[in-house]
């Protein structure tokens, strides 16, 4: 048994004479802070050290075990404490927000911009005529509206909606299919009034939305989504140097497109003039109970 300390023994007299001692003289929380700091391994005096130990739980476990707890992990215990948050947390969410705008439904909006150029170039190329030029430019249109279809999907399904994508989804749309219009009546391949027609129709749809916002947001309809694919197919097949039967049947897919614009862009107004209607109702019965 020798080299066995009192205090592994267990009931040692000399223990027992030293907790009595120490109880006797030390009055009551004088010996609570005593014992606390004797639990946490400090010595008596060390002050600051050992009420911020007793403070934070955490933090004087950290000190039992013999490690130091840094000043700036004890200003963000605090600060947590107090209701506030952590020291630099604001800048890291806003580095996450940044972050989420490199998503893949931003960067396949972000494709479907820098295609524009790329299908103007082709659809010129060599006076505008070439076969292998336009199917060349008919992959690049095919591509960019194939585009379109997945990246407004893919946002809302995985959460990816963003401010960039809220505006550069539509001025994409609007830029691919307007440098084919454009191109293509143009090049005499297709009547200007159509282009006008298509166009004006987007373009001022775009607008009324923006108008009509403070009272609520005018959803897609399924015509709308209609108009888009038609017009889409009906647009690569001019892009195309189709002949025979194939020059015909996209004469009728045009038209097609040209009624549903026309159509769809008519009810978009009366959505709007409707949604505009009920707003304004809505305000002036709010501020008629809050006046009462």
């Given amino acids: 048994m020798t080299g066995v300390p009192a ?10 004479r030293a907790a009595a001692s120490a109880s006797t003289a030390v009055p009551g929380k004088v010996a609570g802070a005593t014992a606390a700091r004797s639990a946490d391994g400090a010595a008596p005096g060390t002050g600051p050290g050992a009420s911020s130990g007793v403070r934070h739980g955490g933090t004087a476990g950290a000190a039992a075990g013999g490690e130091a707890v840094p000043a700036e992990d004890a200003a963000g215990l605090d600060a947590q404490d107090d209701g506030k948050p952590p020291r630099g947390a604001k800048i890291a969410a806003a580095a996450v927000n940044q972050a989420s705008v490199w998503n893949i439904a931003n960067l396949l ?5 820098v295609l524009v150029p790329a299908f103007v170039a082709l659809m010129l190329a060599d006076g505008g005529y070439d076969p292998a030029w336009r199917s060349l430019a008919w992959a690049a249109f095919a591509v960019a509206m194939i585009t379109d279809l997945f990246d407004g999907h893919l946002a809302r399904t995985y959460n990816l909606v963003t401010d960039f994508g809220k505006i550069a989804d539509p001025i994409a749309d609007k830029a691919i299919m307007g440098a084919a219009l454009i191109c293509l ?7 200007w009034w159509v282009t006008g027609i298509i166009l004006g129709r987007e373009l001022g749809i775009t607008l009324l939305r923006f108008l009509v916002i403070r009272y609520g947001v005018i959803p897609a309809s399924r015509g709308g989504k209609l108009k888009t694919l038609i017009q889409g197919v009906a647009v690569g097949m001019y892009v195309l140097a189709l002949t025979g039967w194939l020059a015909t049947l996209r004469w009728w897919v045009m038209a097609a497109a040209v009624v549903l614009t026309v159509v769809t862009g008519l009810d978009y107004v009366k959505q709007a003039i409707v949604l ?8 002036k019965a709010a501020l008629e109970e809050k006046e009462a």
């Fill in 7 to 16: 205090s592994a023994a267990g009931g040692s007299s000399g223990a027992r």
């Fill in 109 to 113: 909006t972000m494709l479907r911009l």
């Fill in 185 to 191: 009546s143009a090049l005499g391949d297709l009547p």
């Fill in 276 to 283: 505009r209607r009920q707003g304004i109702a809505e305000r």
